[in-house]
C-alpha cells in the first residue's frame, strides 16, 4: 500500500515555473513507476511523465517535452515535476501516481491544481 500527497501548485503567470513534489509513504516506493498525470475541466485526464524505479529512464507527454522535469529520490520517497516555461493550457489538476508498469497505476493521490493565468 502507497499513500501519495501533492503539493506545490499555485497561480503562475504564462511563462512562469512551479515545482510540484509528492510524497509517498510505505517503504516499498523504490519498487515502483511513478508517474504524473493531469486533468483540465471538461477534458479527459491525461499523462505528463514517468519516471522508472531508478529514474534514470523518463517519459514525456509531446506537449511538456522539453519544459517539465520528472525526478525522484527514493531516499526521501518523493518524486519532482519541475515545470519550467508555463503555459495556459497547463492548467490543470495534477495529480501523482505509482504503479507497476509505465501503463498500470495502482495508488494516486488527490491533486494539486495548477493555475496558469495568460
Known amino acids: 500500500q502507497v499513500q501519495l500527497v501533492e503539493s506545490g501548485g499555485g497561480l503562475v503567470q504564462a511563462g512562469g515555473s512551479l515545482r510540484l513534489s509528492c510524497a509517498a509513504s510505505g517503504r516499498t516506493f523504490s519498487r515502483y513507476v511513478m508517474g504524473w498525470f493531469r486533468q483540465a475541466p471538461g477534458k479527459e485526464r491525461e499523462f505528463v511523465a514517468a519516471?522508472?524505479?531508478?529514474?534514470?529512464?523518463?517519459y514525456y507527454a509531446d506537449s511538456v517535452k522539453g519544459r517539465f522535469t520528472i525526478s525522484r529520490d527514493n531516499a526521501k520517497n518523493t518524486v519532482l515535476l519541475q515545470m519550467n516555461s508555463l503555459k495556459f493550457e497547463d492548467t490543470a489538476v495534477y495529480y501523482c501516481a505509482a504503479g507497476q508498469a509505465m501503463l498500470d497505476y495502482d495508488y494516486w493521490g488527490q491533486g494539486t491544481q495548477v493555475t496558469v493565468s495568460s
Open positions: 519516471t522508472d524505479w531508478s529514474g534514470g529512464s523518463t
